[in-house]
């Protein structure tokens, strides 16, 4: 009878003949008879035992197996292994003496060592490698990859940004200490997929890397990492990287070893590893977010293919590995013999977790807010009546109320039998109060928008999360209706069925594009980008509505506000549909689709929900798959799964529709269940899942007493057979049937009747502190600075005379500088939000601002100065005025003065007097070079009908004015 070694030693064969081994005994040897032989039983020389495998390539000596047993621990082997690579007789031909290659096998383990790494240490690989990549790793020998990353060279000034020159160092450092996986967490905006070329850029070239797999989840995503790694021209060779080395976006399921960069989906990887001959899945929606994978808990059975040896890819990248994917695809990532990196904006404790903690690099938003990569963000919290409470309607037989079926959209009016009183969590499932809706965009267009954006012209790109497509369809009506625009100003982009309205773009002599004209595509032709491109690109729409089709992987810079109309609960999923707003963009790109707007300075979370104040997790609620329909959850229980995800979102999703029920549809199910209620299904659904019960049910089963703690193997026994239990009802077919059909005949109540209200509207608390923080930074700053700062000095003694706008233009450029990261426009906000009463002027702020700005923070009021020093009431006025505004008043004062001492002007030269005043509001002083760069001064006779006006004045007049209006 076989021994357990014995059977590790048939795996182990079978392993070896799928890599291209052929197995010969020692007594029959052949060499010749392939190009890679693993001889069983191979005496060494005396004293150094005999190798259980010695593989041969071309006939010669390359490494050793040792074999063991399942279940024994491979690194006490070790030592066994290393005696047997030294133990070659000598008059034998070898690759390398001693033999550089080590594997300690069982039945279930492989570990790998090679001794040609400077450090050699030995790791877990998947399989063994075939004779060709042993070949390949000897030939390079201290060459190898695991070698030449211990001596990378610096990396060049000025290409990279300080983020992304230190997360290739801390990868390469992590490369060098051998470290198997790396994990890089760099917030949205701050050029992750960037950083990622320019590490495989340097790996290629100065580690002798063969092949690099960067591996996304979405084809979209596959499409943009093609374009960064074509378009890349490295720091010390003016051809593009696509001209240098081999990049390959997979469209079939062929790896050619030529490839040097390969890009894939996850879905499209484990189908090349299956051996399927080409893919049909969808590479166009997220794989690692697909709630119906979810019911898989086990990771995807992944076998050897020997089409695709362990070593054909030197290094993994995973992009966007946020997601938790590691329960289920860690095989297919785990397969190859490579390094594994991942990078992510928002790692959950899974993805720390499967990269062994090895978090190399940490860059989050507010570090990138610091550095200018981001724009910050404020949130306004809007609370309605509605919102909070619901809302309550009651029966009358003379009213009429709107009745809308779920599934179809079709409206009804029926006199409602019996109230309904409602509650917030119910709005946009089984209620609509569409004056809910209203009040919240009214309030978005009233006063988040005036105040948040002042002076703009247009409602800034605006994205609003949805809770369901109906409720989506909802907001697009009843936002159209509230801004009075038409189609084009507010749209819903989802992936149904339908039109979309998509750019003709052209691209004009410096590179930007135009918008010439638009074609209309349906939807299901198109990919998640082409539906996205013209929110992205066009000035239309300025509002979009989605549920979750672009709340991550989309690069929408222009994007101002974040509308949420829903309640997000998973942490990582919050953060990365804040990430939407965060991206940076030049000024004239947004100017390009917001010709007002001057620059993205930050943009604005409109919290309609409490999103922002809701707990966040990165576990799983009861309802653990909110995404997946009522018909797989009960396909799945009828084939006999009982996945406990499965069942836990079972038994939240009946217990909704349970609430809804009518009596008659409930005694119809009892009927079907046989005689069971649906609320008691449900009971026995949540028991079934719950670790508590089924250690109760474990006592029971096997008799211990309360005290008496049951083992591991007697709770999952009990749970999987309370889970079966619990799904047995759901095999009746009848009562599938009928659950599904009350469930699409759910009809949604329209409340028009109740009027809602707004409760509180502005900015939150913590927008508040961010404003306190910004306002004490810049007044920090000052008195720091007050003596390095020639401009600064002039504030502090009010020299106001002596500066230029040079000076302020200097000024303002200082305090964008990191870590102040502040605008004229930023920081008269923050001053708003904290002195209300005290800040005058709307719209967006000229540089010159910067002087009232600064006159406000040092305590100045107005300065007395030339002719009006007796009109002006010092010390009154404490305001925060815009600068323009302060010269206005002065100038208007000024010309009282000049009417009191006999001094008349006519209307037009009143009319070159108020040029003049607009020239020094926004340049700080009036050079006679304004006459001829100034537009309207200019066209309107400049320097010449400037002294045909003013004659010999014209100087005193200029002095007089640039003295006191600056005062």
């Not at 230190?166 to 198997?180: D, H, Q, T, V, Y």
């Not at 576990?619 to 396909?635: A, E, I, Y």
Request: with cysteine.
């Amino acid at each position: 009878m076989p021994g357990p070694e014995d059977e590790a030693r048939e795996v182990i064969d079978a392993k070896l003949v799928a890599a291209g081994w052929a197995i010969q005994d020692v007594a029959a040897v052949n060499l010749g008879a392939a190009h890679g032989v693993a001889v069983r039983e191979f005496p060494l020389k005396p004293g150094h035992g005999e190798a259980d495998y010695l593989l041969y390539v071309d006939a010669e000596a390359i490494g050793v197996i040792e074999a063991k047993p399942s279940g024994f621990t491979l690194t006490s082997a070790e030592g066994q292994a290393r005696r047997y690579s030294e133990g070659l007789p000598d008059d034998l031909n070898a690759h390398h003496r001693p033999l550089p290659f080590v594997y300690q096998a069982s039945g279930t383990e492989i570990h790998f060592t090679s001794f040609l790494d400077q450090n050699p240490r030995s790791r877990d690989v998947f399989h063994f490698h075939t004779p060709e990549g042993l070949l390949e790793i000897c030939k390079d020998g201290p060459r190898q990859l695991r070698n030449m990353v211990r001596d990378m060279p610096p990396l060049p000034d000025g290409s990279l940004w300080e983020v992304q020159r230190k997360a290739i160092g801390k990868l390469e450092e992590s490369f060098a200490f051998g470290r198997p996986k790396a994990l890089v967490q760099m917030t949205m905006g701050s050029g992750k997929t960037f950083t990622a070329v320019n590490f495989c850029y340097r790996l290629l070239k100065f580690a002798n890397a063969k092949r690099i797999l960067f591996l996304v989840d979405r084809k979209n995503l596959g499409k943009q990492a093609e374009a960064e790694f074509e378009n890349f021209v490295p720091p010390d060779d003016p051809r593009r990287f696509g001209d240098i080395h081999t990049v390959n976006r997979l469209q079939s399921n062929t790896l050619r070893p030529s490839d040097e960069i390969v890009i894939t989906t996850i879905q499209r990887l484990y189908s090349i590893l299956q051996g399927e001959e080409e893919f049909e899945g969808d590479e166009e929606e997220s794989q690692f977010e697909k709630a119906e994978d979810r019911f898989e808990t086990e990771p995807k059975p992944v076998a050897y293919n020997p089409a695709v040896p362990i070593e054909h890819f030197d290094i993994i990248i995973v992009d966007e590995c946020h997601r938790s994917i590691y329960g289920l695809w860690r095989q297919v990532l785990e397969y190859f013999d490579a390094f594994i990196v991942g990078l992510t904006a928002t790692p959950s404790k899974q993805t720390i977790a499967f990269f062994k903690k090895n978090l190399v690099m940490e860059y989050d938003h507010a570090k990138a807010v610091t550095d200018g990569v981001n724009v910050d963000f404020d949130v306004w919290r809007i609370r309605t009546r509605i919102t909070e409470s619901g809302s309550k309607l009651e029966k009358d037989p003379h009213v009429f109320i709107p009745i809308r079926d779920k599934q179809t959209r079709a409206m009804r009016y029926e006199a409602l039998s019996e109230d309904i009183e409602y509650s917030g969590n119910e709005l946009d499932r089984s209620v609509v109060a569409e004056d809910q809706i209203r009040t919240v965009l009214e309030e978005l267009r009233d006063k988040v928008f005036p105040t948040a954006f002042p002076g703009r012209k247009e409602v800034p790109k605006t994205l609003v999360f949805a809770k369901t497509d109906s409720h989506a369809e909802d907001i697009v009506r009843v936002c159209r209706e509230v801004f009075g625009q038409g189609n084009d100003f507010c749209e819903k982009i989802t992936y149904r069925t339908g039109f979309t309205k998509v750019p003709i773009c052209e691209k004009q002599p410096d590179g930007s594009q135009k918008e010439v004209g638009h074609r209309w595509e349906k939807t299901s032709n198109l990919t998640a980008e082409e539906v996205e491109s013209h929110f992205r690109t066009a000035f239309n729409p300025r509002i979009a509505v989605t549920v979750d089709k672009i709340a991550t992987g989309t690069d929408v810079k222009a994007i101002e506000c974040l509308l949420f109309m829903r309640d997000v609960r998973s942490a990582s999923l919050f953060e990365q549909m804040k990430g939407r707003g965060v991206r940076v963009i030049e000024p004239d790109k947004l100017r390009d689709v917001t010709g007002s707007a001057k620059a993205k300075t930050h943009f604005i979370i409109v919290d309609a929900v409490g999103v922002c104040e809701s707990k966040k997790s990165y576990t799983s609620p009861s309802n653990v798959q909110p995404g997946v329909s009522l018909k797989k959850l009960l396909d799945h229980v009828s084939l006999g799964g009982t996945n406990s995800e499965a069942l836990s979102t079972l038994s939240s999703r009946l217990t909704r529709l349970n609430r809804q029920l009518t009596a008659d549809q409930k005694g119809e199910l009892r009927d079907l269940a046989k005689g069971r209620s649906l609320s008691d299904l449900v009971g026995k659904l949540a028991e079934a899942v719950d670790p508590d019960a089924q250690a109760t049910r474990a006592r029971k089963d096997h008799g211990l007493s309360a005290k008496q703690d049951p083992t591991p193997e007697q709770v999952e026994a009990a749970g999987k057979a309370m889970r079966k239990e619990a799904a047995k009802p759901f095999l009746q077919a009848g009562l599938r049937k009928r659950l599904l059909e009350i469930r699409q005949q759910l009809d949604q109540v329209i409340d028009e009747l109740s009027d809602d209200k707004v409760l509180h509207s502005d900015y939150d608390a913590a927008s508040e502190e961010r404003a306190r923080g910004m306002v004490k930074s810049f007044e920090t700053w000052l008195r720091d600075h007050r003596d390095e700062i020639d401009a600064l000095e002039a504030f502090y003694s009010r020299r106001y005379g002596t500066l230029k706008f040079a000076d302020i233009k200097k000024l303002v450029a200082e305090i964008r500088k990191p870590p102040l990261n502040l605008t004229v426009d930023s920081l008269w906000q923050a001053y708003q939000r904290l002195e209300k009463s005290a800040v005058r002027g709307t719209g967006e702020r000229q540089m010159t601002d910067l002087v009232s700005l600064i006159r406000h923070a040092l305590g100045q009021p107005p300065k007395s100065s030339g002719k009006i020093k007796d009109e002006m009431e010092i010390g009154e006025n404490s305001e925060l005025v815009p600068f323009g505004d302060r010269v206005q008043e002065h100038f208007l004062l000024w010309l009282a003065v000049q009417e009191r001492e006999g001094a008349a002007f006519t209307e037009e030269q009143q009319r070159w007097l108020g040029e003049i005043v607009r020239v020094i509001s926004s340049s700080m002083r009036f050079e006679e070079e304004h006459f001829d760069y100034d537009p309207w001064l200019s066209s309107h006779g400049g320097l010449g009908k400037a002294h045909e006006l003013f004659g010999e004045q014209l100087q005193p007049i200029l002095e007089d004015l640039n003295d006191t209006l600056v005062a």
